[in-house]
Nanobody, 126 residues
Framework: QVQLVESGGGLVQAGDSLRLSCAAS????????AGWFRQAPGKEREFVAA????????YYADSVKGRFTISRDNAKNTVYLQMNTLKPEDTAVYYC???????????????????WGQGTQVTVSA
């Protein structure tokens, strides 16, 4: 099992940057694929970015491509989401997710992930 705790959210203005962190405890984190999702009020949870176990492979939603960067430091058991040029439509609760059971390199669907963090709020004002 792994426990995930997100941090780094906050209130920023459009065009600003934030870096979210997802700290994992439990099983060796390098054995997990990981991802970030977000959920805005009244909307379904949507995929943001995903990263392979080694960090060599990443994948992004079109809406964040070129602005967000996912990375991981397995020695620190942490996954990051660097968010640049934030827009009001990026406002949401951001969730970190992880899974070790899959044989896939990357997971982009929420229901493929077993472990979830509690979420961190990101609010971008215009």
């Amino acid at each position: 099992q792994v426990q995930l705790v997100e941090s780094g959210g906050g209130l920023v203005q459009a065009g600003d940057s934030l870096r979210l962190s997802c700290a994992a405890s439990g099983r060796t984190f390098g054995s997990y694929v990981a991802g970030w999702f977000r959920q805005a009020p009244g909307k379904e949870r949507e995929f943001v970015a995903a990263i392979s176990r080694s960090g060599a492979n990443t994948y992004y939603a079109d809406s964040v491509k070129g602005r967000f960067t996912i990375s991981r430091d397995n020695a620190k058991n942490t996954v990051y989401l660097q968010m640049n040029t934030l827009k009001p439509e990026d406002t949401a609760v951001y969730y970190c997710a992880a899974d070790w059971t899959t044989h896939a390199t990357i997971l982009t669907r929420a229901y493929d992930y077993v472990y979830w963090g509690q979420g961190t709020q990101v609010t971008v004002s215009a």
